[in-house]
């Protein structure tokens, strides 16, 4: 089973989007800020990141930067009200492998980890 890793500051959208994978199949943990994800990332392979931008301590992007230090293929998805092209640009030069606007419906959501990930089964 694949293990995915949902970095968001608001508990409201942590547990959402971490119930909505773990009724696909999928595994999912959770982290407030970038510096938890990169703690939990340095123990543990994730084969896939749902990270917001806009969090404390540590923003999505110099999480995202960082963790590609550690892991370069795992595929990263930026899940964020942020519309903007800027932020955009910096969230795919930062690593990012898609970029979403909140709120994302939950069957768009799994179809593109499904996609990145190539289904729920650990190959």
Do not use: W
């Not at 982290?31 to 540590?58: F, H, Q, R």
């Amino acid at each position: 089973m694949k293990k995915i890793l949902v970095v968001d500051d608001s508990p409201v959208v942590r547990s959402f989007h971490t119930n909505i994978l773990k009724m696909s199949g999928f595994m999912a943990d959770g982290a407030s800020d970038g510096v938890e994800a990169l703690e939990k990332a340095l123990i543990t392979s994730y084969s896939l990141i749902l990270c917001d931008i806009n969090m404390p301590n540590m923003d999505g992007l110099t999480f995202i930067e960082r963790y590609r230090e550690l892991d370069e293929n795992a595929p990263v998805i930026i899940l964020t009200t942020q519309e903007d092209d800027i932020h955009k640009e910096k969230g795919y030069k930062a690593g990012a492998n898609l970029y979403l606007v909140k709120p994302v419906k939950p069957d768009k959501l799994i179809l593109h980890i499904k996609l990145l990930t190539g289904g729920q089964d650990e190959s």
